[in-house]
């Protein structure tokens, strides 16, 4: 009965962790972004346009940018975007 109480309770906590998972990723993802346009928190907005690639909003320009696959992620292309 201990046994299975204690593997009830690590399940709960790894389906915790996994759960919170793409919030961390997505924290990373803002961090990167930050560092890599000298930018806070509030001066901008992305979101995905596809697999790959992100759109990201700086005051009046837009950029095409792409992510790192490997840790610690970083921008690792950018592109800008012409208005239309």
Known sequence: MIIL???FILGIVGGYQLATLPKLIEMK?????QNHFNVKGNEYTYYQEDSENYI???EDTEYRIKFSKNTPLKVVFTEI???M
């Not at 993802?29 to 972004?33: F, M, R, V």
């Open 5 to 7: 109480s204690g593997l």
């Open 29 to 33: 993802q803002h961090k990167a972004i």
């Open 56 to 58: 990201l909003s700086l």
């Open 81 to 83: 975007l012409e208005p």
